[in-house]
């Protein structure tokens, strides 16, 4: 697609569910983040994913966080057993490579858990 | 870890006005980019910049990596140019793109 797409857009569920976020990247862009923002607040850091090299995850805030990317395509961010503290807006970035390129933000997946 | 700081936190200027907004980092840094977030929340980039200056219409940008600071010129301000700034910066060979804490910007009519 022309650019980076999510989805859902907003996600409202209960507290204890368990909730999956998706991302699909520009085509062709090998690097992929995930980022968190809580209402009012900076990005934080989840995860980044760069072609078929293991996956930083020194962002990922709690065991009940995980994220998958299947090659150079779509990723799901997973959140288990969902915290009043998850709501915020999560935000996914794509380049064509990690250092000194362009990044391209999706629109983001508001979730409030409720 | 690196520390950015941005500043001022707000701004409100009169449409027309000009601004600076400055972004300070704690270590060197080889890759700075700045973002506006307009209100829905969509984050758009602004400029690659690791080093020097470039210009984009009413926008211009210049990093001093020695000095470690960056400057987002804004000139003759439209209220489409209301919402954060932020700048981000990647350090050494760090994986992430860690974001300062904004500038929110309001320009009124």
Same mark, same amino acid.
């Given at each position: 697609?022309?650019?980076?797409?999510?989805?859902?857009?907003?996600? =409202?569920?209960?507290?204890?569910?368990? =909730?999956?976020?998706?991302?699909?990247?520009?085509?062709?862009?090998?690097?992929?983040?995930?980022?968190?923002?809580?209402?009012?607040?900076?990005?934080?850091?989840?995860?980044?994913?760069?072609?078929?090299?293991? *996956?930083?995850?020194?962002?990922? *805030?709690?065991?009940?966080?995980?994220?998958?990317?299947?090659?150079?395509?779509?990723?799901?961010?997973?959140?288990?057993?969902?915290?009043?503290?998850?709501?915020?807006?999560?935000?996914?970035?794509?380049?064509?490579?990690?250092?000194?390129?362009?990044?391209?933000?999706?629109?983001?997946?508001?979730?409030?858990?409720? | 870890?690196?520390?950015?700081?941005?500043?001022?936190?707000?701004?409100?200027?009169?449409? @027309?006005?000009?601004?600076?907004?400055?972004?300070?980092?704690?270590?060197?840094?080889?890759?700075?980019?700045?973002?506006?977030?307009?209100?829905? @929340?969509?984050?758009?980039?602004?400029?690659?910049?690791?080093?020097? &200056?470039?210009?984009?219409?009413?926008?211009?940008?210049? #990093?001093?990596?020695?000095?470690?600071?960056?400057?987002?010129?804004?000139?003759?301000?439209? #209220? &489409?140019?209301? @919402?954060?700034?932020?700048?981000?910066?990647?350090? @050494?060979?760090?994986?992430?793109?860690?974001?300062?804490?904004?500038?929110?910007?309001?320009?009124?009519?």
């Amino acid at each position: 697609g022309a650019g980076v797409s999510q989805s859902p857009s907003n996600k =409202v569920t209960e507290k204890g569910k368990d =909730v999956e976020l998706r991302c699909d990247p520009i085509s062709g862009h090998t690097a992929l983040y995930w980022y968190r923002q809580r209402l009012g607040q900076g990005l934080e850091f989840l995860i980044y994913f760069q072609g078929n090299s293991a *996956p930083d995850k020194s962002g990922l *805030p709690s065991d009940r966080f995980s994220a998958e990317r299947t090659g150079e395509s779509v990723s799901t961010l997973t959140i288990q057993r969902t915290q009043q503290e998850d709501s915020a807006v999560y935000l996914c970035a794509s380049s064509t490579s990690g250092l000194g390129n362009t990044i391209y933000f999706g629109e983001g997946s508001w979730l409030t858990v409720v | 870890g690196i520390q950015v700081e941005q500043s001022p936190p707000d701004l409100i200027l009169q449409e @027309g006005a000009n601004s600076t907004l400055r972004c300070n980092f704690s270590d060197s840094v080889n890759n700075l980019q700045w973002f506006h977030q307009n209100p829905w @929340g969509q984050l758009i980039n602004l400029f690659y910049i690791p080093s020097g &200056t470039k210009q984009n219409g009413r926008l211009s940008a210049t #990093t001093v990596a020695t000095e470690r600071y960056s400057l987002l010129y804004i000139s003759s301000s439209q #209220t &489409t140019d209301s @919402g954060v700034y932020f700048c981000a910066v990647f350090t @050494g060979g760090g994986n992430k793109l860690t974001f300062g804490t904004g500038t929110q910007l309001k320009v009124e009519l």
